[in-house]
């Protein structure tokens, strides 16, 4: 089990972007940036099975149309599993779009979409995720925003046996991001810049094929720093949940009927 606080140099590395992705403050910050000629990214150094990880981010402020700043969960393979938080950029004074979805062994399709009750470009927040063996919680400063529950009992793969590293990226998506690609990148605008900083993990570290977790299970699972591992929803943190959900939903693909025609997916018949 490992908790780690906030270094970047010792927990990422930058990937790509030629200069862009830069590590700062002494390794406190880390940021992005987008141009005409490409966007950036970075990786952890560690892979995770399970855990509870946190980053405050501050996205790309003002006319942001077109740019993606992806935060994600992910697995290597065509069978890959992946926990997304994507943020959509939008002309400026209208809602960034925050984009969640789940795969599992290559199968996606799960997309819920928010708005947020904030502007997360004036400050930074806090975007956690939750993944243990019953479940993965999307939380944004500490309000469960979404819940995937394991129910491989139904015959839905679940992810939990594929070690992820954590990635982030910020690109140009402007055929797809805002309003379906009817509003393009406007590049003078450039460079776009996101920042990060207090990445926290408290986590299952996997290497060389063993995690560090004994058996995937925390020891002393009934202290407070592995509580992750069996933690489930409150009933404040479910109305907490209700109310995002009820007030800030904006595209949830277990009501979406049109795509599934022949039925929706196992599992939204269980939420």
């Known amino acids: 089990m490992t908790a780690s606080g906030s270094n970047f140099h010792n927990d990422f590395d930058i990937t790509w972007g030629d200069g862009r992705g830069k590590i700062v403050n002494n390794g406190e910050v880390l940021t992005l940036s987008l141009d005409k000629q490409s966007g950036s990214g970075f990786q952890s150094k560690n892979e995770y099975l ?5 980053m405050q981010l501050k996205l790309v402020p003002g006319n942001s149309a077109g740019t993606v700043t992806a935060y994600y969960l992910s697995s290597k393979g065509s069978t890959w599993d992946e926990i997304d938080f994507e943020f959509l950029g939008n002309i400026s004074g209208d809602p960034y ?4 979805n789940v795969f599992s062994q290559g199968k996606g399709n799960r997309e819920q979409q928010f708005y947020l009750w904030f502007d997360p470009t004036a400050d930074f927040h806090t975007y956690s995720i939750l993944w243990n063996p019953q479940r993965i919680i999307f939380s944004v400063d500490d309000t469960p925003i979404r819940e995937f529950k394991n129910m491989e009992s139904i015959g839905v793969p679940f992810p939990k046996n594929q070690p992820m590293r954590i990635y982030s990226s910020l690109w140009n998506a402007d055929d797809w991001a805002t309003r379906g690609g009817l509003v393009k990148t ?4 450039a460079p776009f810049t996101a920042s990060y900083r207090n990445f926290n993990t408290d986590a299952c570290v996997w290497s060389n094929g063993a995690s ?4 995937n299970a ?5 202290s407070t720093n592995n509580a992750w591992f069996s933690q489930e929803m409150d009933s404040a943190k479910q109305q907490r949940l209700q109310w995002v959900q009820q007030n800030y939903m904006i595209y949830n693909y277990c009501t979406d009927a049109k795509r599934f025609p022949q039925g929706l997916p196992p599992e939204c018949k269980m939420s």
């Open 50 to 54: 399970f855990g509870k990880i946190d």
């Open 97 to 100: 779009i925050l984009h969640t």
């Open 186 to 189: 406007d590049w003078t605008q």
């Open 212 to 215: 560090s977790c004994k058996s």
């Open 218 to 222: 925390p020891s002393s699972s009934t």
